[in-house]
């Protein structure tokens, strides 16, 4: 698989999500006592976990842990630079403020960062722990090569995003959704070659969707007058993953991940070859 083009093996990745995303599982536990919200994140930690396991044996499999950020011989440096995005966290949790959590089920919590963290780690692994070494062997001896193999990656990361097609039929949002995938992928790729570490990254990208997410749990009421059911006010996160807001957002992490490419060790990268 070494000798494929990273293409190819970027497509393959893609197909492999969408047959792993459309396994109907949450048919297969209907039956169960789970709630609806219980049920579509069981059913959801449980695809990512088979995605997560197949980027993890391909990682090992071809020998790209070095690559990857899985190595215990490069240690963990830049730590600091993993706590860019915590103004996402803070973002995220400006959409619940002002609300009663009194009401939310812990389970329903547990469940909701659970499967986050399961999304963290499934498209980390693949995107940037398999996907990414691929376009580096590839492209890091071609001019702006790093820059390529870290945008080629983030891009395909981006795609992988259209899936949601298949249960969001607001085309707009989606398209929305994959832009802004591709500018935090970025982000990401670069992350991981400047730290040396993927785990810490994954983390991050888990607790990221976690935040923005917890406005979505059953039972969070807001404080003041309900409004009337017909006319709901959107909450400050669902404005901001409704709109080109999203964009804007994480685009200061892609200008980041420009100015942090920069100062990337070629030498070392090419050593993990």
Same mark, same amino acid.
């Given at each position: 698989?070494?000798?494929?083009?990273?293409?190819?093996?970027?497509?393959?990745?893609?197909?492999?999500?969408?047959?792993?995303?459309?396994?109907?599982?949450?048919?297969?536990?209907?039956?169960?006592?789970?709630?609806?919200?219980?049920?579509?994140?069981?059913?959801?930690?449980?695809?990512?976990?088979?995605?997560?396991?197949?980027?993890?044996?391909?990682?090992?499999?071809?020998?790209?842990?070095?690559?990857?950020?899985?190595?215990?011989?490069?240690?963990?440096?830049?730590?600091?630079?993993?706590?860019?995005?915590?103004?996402?966290?803070?973002?995220?949790?400006?959409?619940?403020?002002?609300?009663?959590?009194?009401?939310?089920?812990?389970?329903?919590?547990?469940?909701?960062?659970?499967?986050?963290?399961?999304?963290?780690?499934?498209?980390?692994?693949?995107?940037?722990?398999?996907?990414?070494?691929?376009?580096?062997?590839?492209?890091?001896?071609?001019?702006?090569?790093?820059?390529?193999?870290?945008?080629?990656?983030?891009?395909?990361?981006?795609?992988?995003?259209?899936?949601?097609?298949?249960?969001?039929?607001?085309?707009?949002?989606?398209?929305?959704?994959? !832009?802004?995938?591709? *500018?935090?992928? =970025?982000?990401? @790729?670069? &992350?991981? %070659? $400047?730290?040396?570490? /993927?785990?810490?990254?994954?983390?991050?990208?888990?607790?990221?969707?976690?935040?923005?997410?917890?406005?979505?749990?059953?039972?969070?009421?807001?404080?003041?007058?309900?409004?009337?059911?017909?006319?709901?006010?959107?909450?400050?996160?669902?404005?901001?993953?409704?709109?080109?807001?999203? !964009?804007?957002?994480? *685009?200061?992490? =892609?200008?980041? @991940?420009? &100015?942090? %490419? $920069?100062?990337?060790? /070629?030498?070392?990268?090419?050593?993990?070859l």
């Open positions: 698989m070494k000798n494929k083009s990273p293409l190819y093996i970027g497509i393959a990745i893609i197909g492999i999500i969408f047959l792993i995303m459309i396994i109907p599982i949450d048919v297969m536990l209907a039956n169960t006592l789970l709630s609806e919200f219980q049920l579509e994140n069981v059913s959801l930690t449980i695809k990512m976990s088979l995605i997560f396991m197949v980027a993890l044996a391909g990682v090992y499999r071809l020998k790209l842990i070095a690559l990857s950020g899985l190595s215990s011989e490069y240690g963990w440096t830049s730590k600091l630079l993993n706590l860019i995005p915590v103004y996402l966290f803070i973002i995220g949790i400006l959409g619940f403020m002002g609300k009663d959590m009194s009401g939310i089920n812990i389970l329903n919590l547990l469940l909701l960062l659970f499967a986050c963290l399961s999304v963290g780690f499934a498209e980390e692994f693949m995107f940037r722990g398999f996907l990414q070494p691929f376009f580096i062997q590839k492209y890091l001896s071609k001019r702006k090569g790093l820059f390529k193999s870290v945008l080629y990656s983030a891009m395909f990361f981006g795609a992988s995003h259209l899936i949601n097609l298949m249960v969001n039929d607001n085309i707009p949002q989606v398209i929305g959704q994959a !832009i802004y995938a591709i *500018l935090i992928g =970025f982000f990401f @790729g670069v &992350l991981v %070659l $400047k730290t040396n570490k /993927l785990i810490p990254l994954a983390i991050t990208h888990g607790l990221i969707n976690f935040f923005f997410l917890i406005g979505t749990l059953p039972g969070l009421q807001n404080t003041e007058d309900i409004v009337s059911e017909s006319h709901p006010l959107p909450s400050l996160t669902e404005q901001i993953l409704g709109g080109l807001l999203p !964009i804007i957002i994480f *685009l200061p992490l =892609f200008i980041i @991940g420009l &100015l942090m %490419l $920069k100062k990337i060790d /070629l030498e070392q990268v090419q050593d993990k």
